[in-house]
């Protein structure tokens, strides 16, 4: 092998535990190994991005990745970490989730080049689907006592938790089915590691046990550490909720502004995580940013790269445009070119009125659209002495008393910026 796996995930800090004797497995020849991926939604979402990055390093250093899509353990849903039953999904909403990560997964890892690692999707329901209740219970249950599965860190927080409804039988059962998973990859895909978050380790093991008792083999896992922010709230998190990959749920503007505004102490474990920087690189931008941390360039190319890497160079470059329409000079070209969806992100929260089409022709005046029609100030006196002061902008653009809104001042046919100052916003919206 031409590349050290373990040790390249080392210095990245992505190694929280590694069973004995990895490395020097991995170092061998080519090997397999996956990470499971709940596809309870049709989108990645960040919190997935760490098991892609150590799925694409994996590919990288010449082994074989696998993508498991836990159709049939997305069924059931995993205890790890959670406080109570998640929704069951149908196999139709399963199959078009499948569809659409990998989509995803095919921007970060190779699928059709027909190389020997070239990577593979999975989904554990295809051959969970056929097994029987009775079948099962004697082919895999039997291999694993109950003190065995009761052990486990995700069982022992569920049962001593404070939650009325405790632990189901299915939930208890989750890891015996996803340590079949790893014994099915195992003999039918010579797949011999595992990954995954450090809440995984107890269902990666079982699956390791399951490959020593059933299989005669030798199964390895690694898990990552969980990804935290310093300021003790939940990373991938904001008051919207997840932060997607698919540019419909999370704009590339909001996933780039995530990522930007992220503190110096994450920032400088992220670039680590979540970019492919080599060492010397990220060690001379951490020089540059401990010298002038004002300027933000661990920040700023930690955004860049997760953005080019999850959407494009053009999506990445339209979201700077975006973010210097708030904190830079932009032009009301600028502005123009901002779809519907940009264009409501950057100014989100931003009080808005509604005034028909029909005043726009031919033309709503001024005072119309700062007090009388918006109420954005509070009286039509206010207006002209705003406007007589040179602090009014229409689209960026500063405009006197006389000037009259057109339709021709539409932003995607639908949207006029008013601005007093620097920072006092309004959007009047044209239905």
Same mark, same amino acid.
């Given at each position: 092998?031409?590349? &050290?796996?373990?040790?390249?995930?080392?210095?990245?800090?992505?190694?929280?535990?590694?069973?004995?004797?990895?490395?020097?497995?991995?170092?061998?020849?080519?090997?397999?190994?996956?990470?499971?991926?709940?596809?309870? *939604?049709?989108?990645?979402?960040?919190?997935?991005l760490v098991g892609v990055m150590m799925l694409k390093h994996f590919q990288l250093a010449g082994h074989k990745p696998y993508a498991l899509v836990g159709g049939a353990t997305g069924m059931i849903g995993d205890p790890s970490g959670k406080?109570?039953?998640?929704?069951?999904?149908?196999?139709?909403?399963?199959?078009?989730? /499948?569809?659409?990560?990998?989509? /995803?997964?095919?921007?970060?890892?190779?699928?059709?080049?027909?190389?020997?690692? *070239?990577a593979v999707l999975v989904n554990n329901y295809d051959w969970m689907k056929n097994f029987s209740f009775l079948e099962f219970?004697?082919?895999?249950?039997?291999?694993?006592?109950?003190?065995?599965?009761?052990?486990?860190?995700?069982?022992?927080?569920?049962?001593s938790s404070d939650a009325m409804e405790g632990m189901s039988f299915t939930e208890f059962t989750y890891q015996l089915v996803q340590g079949y998973d790893f014994l099915y990859l195992y003999q039918n895909h010579d797949c011999t590691l595992q990954m995954g978050g450090s809440d995984q380790w107890g269902n990666i093991t079982t699956g390791t046990e399951l490959i020593r008792r059933i299989g005669g083999g030798k199964g390895f896992a690694l898990t990552c550490p969980l990804i935290t922010k310093a300021d003790g709230t939940k990373?991938?998190?904001?008051?919207?909720?997840?932060?997607?990959?698919?540019?419909?749920?999370?704009?590339?503007?909001?996933?780039?502004?995530?990522?930007?505004?992220?503190?110096?102490e994450d920032a400088e474990k992220y670039i680590k995580i979540f970019t492919f920087l080599t060492q010397k690189e990220i060690e001379d931008?951490?020089?540059?940013?401990?010298? *002038?941390?004002?300027?933000?360039?661990? /920040?700023?190319?930690?955004a860049e790269e997760v953005t080019i890497m999850v959407h494009s160079q053009e999506d990445l470059d339209n979201a700077i445009k975006a973010s210097n329409i708030l904190f830079g000079k932009s032009t009301s070209n600028d502005l123009k070119q901002l779809n519907?969806?940009?264009?409501?992100?950057?100014?989100?929260?931003?009080?808005?009125?509604?005034?028909?089409?029909?005043?726009?022709?031919?033309?709503?005046?001024?005072?119309?659209?700062?007090?009388?029609?918006?109420?954005?100030?509070?009286?039509?006196?206010?207006?002209?002495?705003?406007l007589k002061q040179n602090s009014i902008a229409v689209n960026k653009?500063?405009?006197?008393?006389?000037?009259?809104?057109?339709?021709?001042?539409?932003? &995607? &046919?639908?949207?006029?910026?008013?601005?007093?100052?620097?920072? &006092?916003?309004?959007?009047?919206?044209?239905?």
């Open positions: 092998m031409t590349k &050290n796996f373990v040790q390249e995930l080392q210095w990245r800090e992505m190694v929280h535990d590694v069973m004995p004797g990895a490395e020097e497995h991995l170092m061998e020849e080519m090997r397999t190994a996956y990470v499971g991926i709940d596809p309870t *939604a049709d989108s990645l979402h960040i919190g997935h406080s109570a039953e998640r929704n069951l999904l149908d196999e139709e909403t399963l199959r078009h989730n /499948q569809d659409a990560l990998k989509a /995803q997964l095919s921007r970060f890892l190779d699928f059709e080049s027909g190389e020997p690692n *070239a219970i004697r082919d895999v249950g039997k291999h694993i006592t109950v003190n065995y599965m009761m052990a486990k860190d995700s069982v022992k927080k569920r049962l990373f991938g998190k904001t008051e919207g909720g997840n932060v997607w990959l698919d540019a419909e749920r999370t704009s590339p503007y909001k996933f780039y502004q995530y990522w930007l505004n992220t503190s110096d931008l951490v020089a540059e940013h401990k010298e *002038a941390p004002h300027m933000r360039a661990l /920040q700023k190319k930690l519907e969806k940009t264009f409501l992100d950057v100014f989100e929260g931003v009080p808005q009125a509604t005034v028909s089409k029909n005043e726009l022709e031919p033309g709503l005046d001024m005072i119309g659209a700062l007090a009388a029609k918006t109420n954005f100030l509070g009286s039509n006196g206010e207006a002209r002495r705003e653009e500063k405009v006197k008393e006389d000037y009259m809104i057109t339709a021709s001042d539409l932003i &995607n &046919n639908k949207f006029v910026l008013l601005q007093r100052g620097k920072k &006092n916003y309004f959007v009047l919206v044209v239905e």
